[in-house]
C-alpha cells in the first residue's frame, strides 16, 4: 500500500463518520421533540437506522471476512509449495500450514 492509498483512505473514513455522526443534527430526525416528560428518546427515522446499522455492521463483517478468507488460502497456497526434505525452510511455516490445514 502507498502513502497516497492510505492518507486517502485515513480521509474518506473521517468524511464518512463526520457525515453519519452529523446526519440527525442535520435534519435526518422523525419527530421534533426529543423529550417527552422528563425522559430524553433517540429519535432517528428507521431507514437512518437501517442504513447505519447496515454500513457501520454489516459491511465492515463481509470484509473482514472476505480479508480472512483471502489469507486463509494465501496460507494454504504457501503450503501446497512446502519444501521437500533438506531444502531451507522459512520460519513458522511448518506451525503455519499445521494450523492451515485444520481447516480444511
Known sequence: MTRRRAI?????????????????????????????NGVCYFINTWEYSLLISVINFLVPVLAASFVHYRIYHLAIKACHSFPRKNQPVAPNIGEMCEIAYLFT
Open 8 to 36: 486517502a483512505i485515513i480521509i474518506a473514513l473521517w468524511v464518512y463518520s463526520l457525515l453519519f455522526a452529523l446526519a440527525p443534527v442535520l435534519g435526518w430526525k422523525a419527530r421534533q421533540k426529543s423529550v417527552r
